[in-house]
């Protein structure tokens, strides 16, 4: 299996394949985030901040954009180790958001005020792998069977 980290989608297969309705019901987007060493903001501005930094500031910003969309954070979480398997690089930390449904997620990426935050996104990421999932209902804790009943109603 190879792995490739982006930032942005770049395959065009892979962009007309997410802009497609998707599974029903709420999807949760796992992401697992690998951070520049110092941020690297496209405009050229001066910063002393880390890739870490940058991306925290975005990472703020989207949790409080989410429920605009009728999603929500779940879970973020440092990567400390590996314990089966092989990769080159670890990732460096793993994000999950909620969204109702994946036209909803589109519709946030393409928003002005996402746009807008993402700037901090970009200066901070070296890449990234987003992996859009849907619980296993025999398989599903209660408690997370609450929060796609949330999402998926939009409360």
């Known amino acids: 299996m190879q792995v490739h980290n982006d930032v942005y989608p770049a395959d065009p297969a892979q ?7 998707g599974p029903s019901g709420p999807i949760f987007m796992v992401n697992l985030l690998k951070f520049k060493d110092k941020a690297e903001y496209e ?4 910063t002393n901040l880390s890739g ?3 991306y925290n500031i975005y990472g703020r910003a989207v949790t409080a954009l989410l429920p605009t969309f009728g ?9 400390t180790f ?6 080159e690089e670890l990732w460096d930390e793993i994000a999950i958001a909620a969204y109702p449904e994946r036209g909803a997620m589109v519709r946030m990426s393409m928003s002005p005020e996402w746009r807008e ?14 992996i859009e999932s849907v619980l296993t209902p025999d398989m599903t804790p ?4 609450r ?9």
């Open 15 to 21: 962009l007309q394949a997410l802009m497609e309705k």
């Open 43 to 46: 405009d050229g501005r001066a």
């Open 52 to 54: 870490r930094e940058a």
């Open 71 to 79: 999603g929500r954070a779940v879970f973020a979480a440092d990567v």
């Open 82 to 87: 590996l314990s089966l398997g092989r990769v």
């Open 117 to 130: 935050m993402s700037v901090h996104r970009t200066a901070g990421l070296k890449g990234q792998l987003n």
């Open 142 to 145: 209660d408690w997370l069977a």
């Open 147 to 155: 929060i796609a009943a949330e999402v998926g109603s939009g409360s």
